[in-house]
């Protein structure tokens, strides 16, 4: 049981590139949503998804797309990096909000 | 939206004593209330969660206590082992989290 993966673990893009950031979760989960984790601010929520063909914005969406054809997979889009973007990406799924998430083990991106 | 603070940012301890963190939110909707602990180069993991109709879980050395009327929550480690050394992070609903918090147990 794999739980949540997440690929590429590290990646150096340069300011205007584009690229998709790859989740999958093997648990028939619900709900998955992205994270971004800068220092001294925590987890910040950019998308959700609360089921395939369903998608959200979360507190900070603005430069970044989802979608969700199917229940196991939740890409995010970077669609014109900027060096705002240099951060550490976390994807989670879960049966449903309201329970506890299983995160993957995260994607640390550097646009330069 | 939900806001949910948590402090305090740091704190040391001595190996053996106790820990407590805790966490203030905003939206009186929030019913679900879990705490996750990250290890250096990993991603959270969930240690333990609360629902609103409940005010204290406990699970070995750590428990949550949970107010309500105050929106607060808290997060108790008893007997902490230099192997609790970590960030640890509250939640509320709607995915949003706390800030965290870096705990060091010092041996």
């Known amino acids: 049981n794999a739980g949540v993966t997440q690929t590429p673990k590290f990646q150096v893009l340069k300011t205007g590139q584009s690229m998709t950031l790859q989740c999958a979760q093997d648990?028939?989960?619900?709900?998955m949503s992205w994270y971004r984790q800068d220092p001294g601010m925590g987890l910040r929520l950019i998308h959700y998804?609360?089921?395939?063909?369903?998608?959200d914005q979360g507190e900070v969406p603005n430069g970044y797309n989802v979608s969700r054809s199917t229940t196991e997979d939740f890409p995010l889009r970077l669609l014109s990096a900027a060096p705002s973007q240099t951060s550490v990406y976390f994807c989670?799924?879960?049966?449903?909000?309201?329970?506890?998430?299983?995160f993957g083990s995260g994607t640390r991106l550097t646009v330069v | 939206g939900e806001n949910v603070e948590q402090h305090p940012s740091t704190l040391s301890v001595q190996e053996g004593d106790s820990a407590v963190i805790k966490c203030t939110y905003s939206?009186?909707?929030?019913?679900?209330f879990p705490w996750y602990k990250q290890e250096l180069g990993k991603g959270p993991q969930l240690i333990i969660d609360?629902?609103?109709?409940?005010g204290e879980k406990k699970d070995q050395r750590i428990a949550v206590t949970l107010n309500k009327t105050a929106k607060h929550f808290s997060l108790h480690i008893t007997e902490t082992q230099p192997e609790d050394s970590a960030v640890y992070f509250c939640?509320?609903?709607?995915?949003?989290f706390g800030a965290g918090t870096r705990l060091t147990v010092k041996p």
């Open positions: 989670a799924s879960s049966y449903q909000d309201t329970y506890g998430y299983t």
């Open positions: 648990m028939n989960h619900e709900y």
């Open positions: 998804s609360v089921g395939a063909g369903i998608t």
């Open positions: 939206d009186s909707a929030s019913n679900y």
């Open positions: 609360i629902r609103s109709n409940v």
């Open positions: 939640a509320a609903s709607k995915g949003r």
